[in-house]
């Protein structure tokens, strides 16, 4: 099993959302989240002073899925949070080791 995290633009989470529950993977976290990466935040005007915004406002989704659907989900992702401009996100994928189902004590995949 493994684990993926991806971080993208707000306005794309319907869209990334509705793209995973087509190809079949359902439960998702959805974390609110400000960071930034090479754009480095922006430059923005207000009242007549300008100031820097250092943190831009992204969306954190989590979700954990057998191994042979970690690829069609990272390229569904892709596919949905794309939008071609500087701040598309990231994606990151690490191993799981066991998952549980806390109300039925469920394991491993089963859990999922």
């Known amino acids: 099993m493994k684990k993926i995290e991806a ?3 707000p306005f794309k989470l319907d869209e990334v959302k509705e793209a995973l529950q087509e190809i079949g993977l359902q ?3 959805v974390i ?3 960071g ?3 754009q480095r935040g922006h430059t923005e005007l207000y009242r007549g002073a300008e100031y820097v915004v250092d943190f831009l ?7 954990v899925c057998e191994d042979s659907l970690v690829e069609r989900a990272v390229e569904t992702i892709i596919a949905a949070a794309h939008t071609g401009r500087i701040g598309d996100g990231k994606i990151f994928i690490s191993p799981v080791e066991e998952v549980i ?3 039925t004590g469920e394991r491993g995949e089963d859990a999922i």
């Open 36 to 38: 930034f990466g090479r």
């Open 7 to 9: 971080v993208i633009k």
């Open 101 to 103: 189902r806390i109300r």
């Open 27 to 29: 439960g998702i976290t």
């Open 32 to 34: 609110e989240a400000k």
């Open 57 to 63: 406002p992204k969306v954190k989704i989590e979700l």
